[in-house]
């Protein structure tokens, strides 16, 4: 049995758009406000609305919480917009189990707040402004979903 296996089965293009998007809308927050937009601060500081946890009440979250949850709107906004506009509100759908994909973002949730960010926040913003550490996280991210990945596909072969 041969897989025929291509990189951009739906094409390039549009990836090659939205990490410019990305690029230019994190860019603009940085140089316009000086604030860093990773994900994994907007997700806590969120939940710091809500949550009277020590953890969620930190500073960092509470006084910047206002921007952050705008942020989030304007991210969730612009797939709408995305999907509707070019996806044609056609439904999205996985083959993959819905265990499969609680169990995962909850590793990834995990390991954004074990990393001390998530991949937006290092691999974006983190890399775009010459950080070390993001570098470090990065290329963890990358190896280990390389290798999870390659166990996975020999596993449910």
Known sequence: ???SLSLFPLG???YLLGGLLIGCGTALLFVLTGRIGGMSTVFSSTWSYVVQRPFFQQARFVESRGWRLVYACGLVLGALVWWLGF???KPEATAVPAWQLLVGGFFVGYGARL????TSGHGICGLGSLQWPSLMAVLTFMATAFLTA???ARWLA
Do not use: R, V
């Open 1 to 3: 049995m041969t897989i």
């Open 12 to 14: 390039w293009q549009h």
């Open 87 to 89: 996806a044609g509100g």
């Open 115 to 118: 990393g001390n960010g998530c």
């Open 150 to 152: 390659n166990l996975f």
